[in-house]
C-alpha cells in the first residue's frame, strides 16, 4: 500500500487473510492458472506467476516478544491487530478486498499521513526495544524514499542501538543484505547513517574510513558486501554466516594495499600471473574496480587474459622425456608456463624443444 500510494511498481502482493488461508489461496490459484504453496505452521502461502509476480497471503495475526530481540510469538487476530504489529506507519496500511467496502484504505495509525509528510514513525516506543532489526530498516526506508525519520522515532532509535548485539548473527547479516540490494546511492547512504548511529557496532571498529566513492563503484550486492566487510576485522566478520567464497573474497580485499604494492614491482606477464593466481579473483576484481594507481591495469590484464593462458605439455610429456616424477615435473610446467605468458613460446613444439634444451 505505501508503494501504491506513492505511486510506485512493484511485482509483489501482500495479502492479509482474517480466515482460512489455504482455501483462499488454492481458490485464487484456480481462478489464475497457477500453483499455490501452502506452509501450515506459519498459516501463510504462495503464489508463483509465470513472469516472477508473487502473491504472498499471510493469516492476520498478532505478536508479543518473550525477550527482546528474539523472534515473536504469534496468534491469530484480525486485520487491526496485524497492522498494529507493524514496524512503521507507513507500512501499517490495508486496502479491503471484501464486496462490502471493496477499496476502502484501512489506516488505523495515520501511515497515509505520515507518507504525505515523507516521515518514518515508529507505532509504539517499544518497537525498536521489541525488535531491533527496525534500526536497520527505518534506515533503509528513509534512504530509499527519500523520508526523514520522525524526531521521537529517532531518539528511540537511537536508545535502542544497543540492543543491536542481542540479535542473531543470521539476522544481522540478512538486514545488511538487504540494505546492499538496494541502488548505490541508496545503500551507500544506509550504511554512513548506520555507521554514524553506532549501529555496525557489532562488526568491531572499521580498519580504515568508508569511502563513499569507492563504494559506489560496485553494482553487485554481494560485492558490495565484501568491500564493506573487509574494512572490518576478521574476528568480527567470522561471527556472521558468511559463505567461504565470499570469505575469500574478503581476505583478499584486505590485502589490497600490499597488492597494489607488490604489483609496482611486478612488470612481466609471468611475474603478475603467479603471484596474482594465489588471490580470490572476485576480490581481485572488486580491487581493479575500486582502487586508481596505474597497477590496477595489471590486475585487469590477468584477469582478462594472463589466467586464461595454458600450456599442452603434461606429465606424461615429461615422463616420455625420461624425467623421474617429482617436485621438479611442476617447476618445469611453470617454467614453461611462464615461458609462454611472456611471449617467448607459442606451440607445443616450442615448447617441447624448450625443455629438451633445458634438460640437455
Known amino acids: 500500500m505505501r508503494d501504491k500510494l506513492l505511486g510506485k511498481k512493484t511485482v509483489d502482493i501482500d495479502l492479509a487473510c482474517e480466515g482460512n488461508v489455504k482455501r483462499v489461496g488454492e481458490r485464487l490459484a484456480k481462478e489464475l492458472a497457477t500453483k499455490f504453496s501452502y506452509y501450515p505452521p506459519f498459516k501463510t502461502g504462495t503464489l508463483q506467476g509465470p513472469k516472477g509476480e508473487r502473491i504472498d497471503i499471510a493469516r492476520t495475526r498478532k505478536e508479543g516478544y518473550p525477550k527482546p530481540g528474539e523472534l515473536p510469538k504469534v496468534e491469530p487476530a484480525s486485520i487491526e491487530d496485524d497492522l498494529h504489529r507493524r514496524d512503521f506507519t507507513v507500512n501499517a496500511m490495508a486496502q479491503s478486498l471484501h464486496p462490502s467496502d471493496f477499496g476502502r484504505l484501512i489506516d488505523p495509525l495515520g501511515g497515509q499521513e505520515d507518507l504525505k509528510r515523507s516521515l518514518i514513525r515508529v507505532i509504539h516506543d517499544k518497537s525498536f526495544i521489541d525488535d531491533p532489526t527496525r534500526i536497520f530498516r527505518a534506515v533503509r526506508y528513509a534512504a530509499r524514499l527519500g523520508f526523514s525519520i520522525q524526531p521521537h522515532t529517532s531518539r528511540l532509535l537511537n536508545k535502542a542501538v544497543e540492543r ?11 538486514e545488511l543484505q538487504c540494505i546492499s540490494k538496494e541502488p548505490s546511492e541508496v545503500r551507500i547512504k544506509g550504511i554512513k547513517r548506520l555507521e554514524s548511529l553506532g549501529a555496525l557496532g557489532f562488526l568491531g571498529k572499521p580498519l580504515a574510513p568508508f569511502s563513499p566513492t569507492r563504494l559506489g563503484r560496485i553494482k553487485e550486492s554481494c560485492e558490495f558486501l565484501c568491500l564493506l566487510f573487509s574494512h572490518f576485522e576478521e574476528s568480527y566478520i567470522s561471527k556472521l554466516p558468511i559463505a567461504k567464497a565470499c570469505v575469500k573474497t574478503i581476505s583478499t580485499l584486505r590485502q ?13 606477464p609471468s611475474g603478475i600471473f603467479f603471484y596474482l593466481k594465489e588471490f580470490d579473483e572476485r576480490g581481485l576484481k572488486i580491487i581493479a574496480e575500486t582502487e586508481r594507481s596505474k597497477n590496477r591495469a595489471k590486475i585487469a590484464e590477468y584477469l582478462a587474459n594472463y589466467r586464461n593462458v595454458t600450456i599442452r605439455t603434461t606429465g606424461d610429456d615429461l615422463k616420455q622425456l625420461g624425467l623421474k616424477p617429482g617436485p621438479r615435473y611442476q617447476e618445469l610446467l611453470d617454467k614453461l608456463l611462464a615461458a609462454k605468458l ?19
Do not use: F, Q, V
Not at 256 to 268: F, P, Y
Open 164 to 174: 543491536i548485539p542481542d540479535l542473531s548473527s543470521e539476522r544481522l547479516l540478512y
Open 256 to 268: 589490497r594495499k600490499g597488492i597494489m604494492r607488490r604489483l609496482a614491482d611486478l612488470n612481466t
Open 342 to 360: 611472456d611471449g617467448k613460446i607459442r606451440t607445443k613444439r616450442d615448447e617441447k624443444a624448450l625443455l629438451k634444451r633445458w634438460i640437455e
